[in-house]
């Protein structure tokens, strides 16, 4: 097999619970259709706001926009930042330090999805 895994430890049904529960719990935080999306764009996009976000996550609507972003937010993913010093009130979004620890999954994923579509079109 050409893409094998080489183990440490022996998998035990513990540890099998373990590793099931931690990408539960990951798939559970970045997981749905929205939000590694959001999470991209704002790492590429630095500061942003709401619309230009919008604009630039194809699909999205504001309402489910401002719910993921909420949810995003509460788990240290995305900082809002308002600057109400100026007229009118503008509202950005940012990427924390904390979201950035997900570059290195999503570069992986990045990978993995083009190998994916490449076995695909080979496979018809």
């Given at each position: 097999?050409?893409?094998?895994?080489?183990l440490?430890e022996?998998?035990?049904?513990q540890r099998c619970s373990?590793n099931?529960?931690?990408?539960?719990?990951?798939i559970?935080?970045?997981?749905?259709k929205?939000?590694?999306k959001?999470?991209i764009v704002?790492q590429?996009?630095?500061?942003?706001?709401f619309?230009?976000?919008?604009r630039?996550?194809?699909?999205?609507s504001?309402r489910?926009l401002?719910?993921?972003?909420?949810?995003?937010?509460?788990n240290g993913?995305?900082?809002?930042v308002?600057h109400?010093?100026?007229?009118?009130?503008?509202v950005?979004?940012?990427s924390?330090?904390y979201?950035r620890?997900l570059k290195?999954?999503i570069?992986?994923?990045?990978?993995?999805?083009?190998?994916?579509k490449?076995?695909?079109?080979e496979d018809?």
């Amino acid at each position: 097999m050409e893409n094998t895994i080489v183990l440490e430890e022996p998998i035990t049904a513990q540890r099998c619970s373990e590793n099931l529960s931690s990408v539960e719990d990951a798939i559970y935080v970045i997981g749905g259709k929205w939000k590694l999306k959001i999470i991209i764009v704002l790492q590429e996009s630095g500061n942003i706001r709401f619309n230009e976000l919008q604009r630039n996550i194809h699909g999205i609507s504001a309402r489910v926009l401002s719910n993921e972003l909420k949810d995003l937010e509460l788990n240290g993913f995305v900082k809002r930042v308002v600057h109400a010093d100026q007229t009118p009130v503008v509202v950005e979004y940012i990427s924390t330090d904390y979201s950035r620890t997900l570059k290195p999954v999503i570069i992986a994923l990045s990978q993995w999805g083009k190998t994916h579509k490449r076995k695909i079109k080979e496979d018809f």
